[in-house]
């Protein structure tokens, strides 16, 4: 039985960096010389598609191959599920994550690769006074630890980029940098990123995206209009605009959604004649300038009068489309039936919806100060001052329609902040009948001590994003208590791995040797460690499971079957018979198996476990 262990992929979130070697060596695998890459062989094979030249095009910046090189270190973490921090959580298919989002981000690579329809994220705008992710290369962990504790052995602040830093910039570049490498990979082909941003870093974000996802995959740079009025009190001009950049992970794949139409587009649509095609409204018959076929006579069916296009004009149809519409009663000859004709455009059968422009106004996608009410609107008053960075749902749901989102995809934000974005998707799921599906990332930055979510009680900004969809869930079920809409989450915090590391300190030698035989930490539960081997199965964190008690003993049920594990110690050969059972009952096309190592009651057990499990069909066994 095949152990797992520290150094096993099972153990590690998916390594990037093996991920291209193996890519390449498909496209190119006689650049390969010893399993390593001939760089003057790979340059000969792409021959004048090659630029080293010094003075070439390029944007970097200082600290940028670091930044390169920590989206492709694999994460030994693990995402530990908080049920009693969840809202319905055996069937919810939305997920809440506090914790480090680039940490996050690499433990989703193998359970969310490729299933992500959009990204919505509002990062740190870098105005001087933004909590910074700062990254380790040796233990980005512990890292995240220490920076959520806000303070360094010193008494320091971590977590502030200060404009007086002369990395001002870069600090910010190799923040969002592998963030965006590693967003990337979960896009589906079809996906697209969505980034709000405002003047500070606008120009370096838009080449980083150039970078990440290709200049022919840039969709619109949108100037949000955030306010309803300019300030009069601004210093020069009236600063009223955000930005919202787009980029499709294919532009040829990507197909852009509408907008829903307006009351004031469909008020131009009656029924006069009580059609009972339903409304319309009467388009020109006659087009400008000169066209063969276009010229010949219309006959009123009613008054039997003769009509022909205008001097410089022609019939915008042809003759045998004009003789099909009269047929269909789709000319219009006025109230009396004496009128010259035009033809009925039915609103049932135009475009339903409309093109959106880079323009994104108030109107239509909300202001700050509306988003502030919305919050309000949830915690009472003092949700006046909790969060003062807030983004309306407005925007993000018209984002959600451009970027083409349809039933049961997911939307991930891995800057969740106060929680809009699962908000939003909640309050469209429940009007429109939709069924999307949010991740939300939120790192527990702690909240400023003489603020007034301080004092309320919100010690990180995670709370009030897990207040926030909670409230808004309860909100948005009183409104819409007809809907079947999921307003769940399953709550998961970063942690480090659960699987115990070999610690050799040698002043201690025999506590370590006890300790040896337990592969799992002391203090986590199975289920701490059955969501560790999803993610590292790449399986999604909302797939059903299942609790079966097979002679005694826990057995978890993945997946109808995909997946049996059974973390329990004193594991006899009753307990494997019945596992085998089971799986015969469920009959999955394939069956993967997972043991604690240290579980069964003894080595025959272990050795006889194999040989039952593979004469019912189960030949993927490991232990941890």
Known sequence: MEKITGDSPEAKSLDITQQNIE????????????NKIDFEALKAVLGEEVDDSAERYNFTWNGKTKARQIAQ?????????????????????????????????????????????????????NTGKDFVYKDSFQDNIKNYFERTGQLDSDGKKLSTNLDTSGRYHSNWL???????????????????????????????????CDQIFGENNFITQAG?????????????????????????????????????????MNKRYKNPD??????????????AGERSGGYYIVENPYTGEQYNVPSGKHWAFSQSNMEKMLEEDRVYFGAKKDSFPSFKQF???????????????FKDYGHTDGAKKELI?????????????????????????????????TILDFFAGSGTTAHAVMALN?????????????IPEPTDESSEANRQGFKFVTNITRQRLVKAGEKIKKEFSESNTDYGFKSFKLDETNIRPWDADFDNLESVLRQATESIKSDRSNEDVLYEILLKYGIELTVPVETEVINGKQVFVVGAGALIVCLDDGITSEVVEGIAKLKDELDPETTQAVFKDAGFSDSNVKTNAIQILKQAGIDDVKSI
């Open 430 to 442: 429940a009007s429109e009948g939709t069924n999307l599906k949010c991740i939300s990332v939120q």
């Open 73 to 125: 270190i694999p994460s030994t973490g693990t995402l530990r599920p908080s049920k009693e921090e969840s809202v319905n959580w055996d069937e919810t298919e939305n997920l809440f994550i506090e914790g480090d989002n680039l940490e996050v981000l690499k433990l989703l690579q193998k359970s969310y690769h490729k299933k992500i329809k959009l990204i919505y994220i509002d990062p740190p705008y």
């Open 274 to 287: 009580n059609d009972v095609r339903g409304p319309w409204k009467a388009g020109d018959l006659v087009a």
């Open 174 to 208: 190799n923040m969002i940098y592998p963030r965006l490498k590693l967003a990337r990979n979960l896009l589906q082909d079809n996906g697209v990123i969505a980034i709000s941003i405002d003047e500070n870093e606008i120009h370096n974000l838009r080449l980083v």
């Open 347 to 361: 609103l049932s059968e135009v475009k339903q919806g409309r093109v959106a422009s880079s323009f994104f106004s």
């Open 23 to 34: 890519q390449l060596k498909q496209l190119f695998p006689d650049v390969f010389s010893e």
């Open 224 to 264: 949000w209009q955030k306010v309803y009025s300019p300030k009069n009190q601004a210093r020069y001009l009236s600063n009223d605009y955000e930005f919202v950049l787009m980029y499709a992970k294919n532009i040829d794949n990507f197909n852009v959604g509408l907008l829903p139409r307006t009351e004031e």
């Open 377 to 409: 609107s949830l915690f009472g008053e003092e949700g006046k001052t909790i969060f003062e960075t807030v983004k309306p749902t407005k925007l993000i749901q018209n984002i959600i329609r451009i970027a083409n989102t349809v039933e049961g995809e």
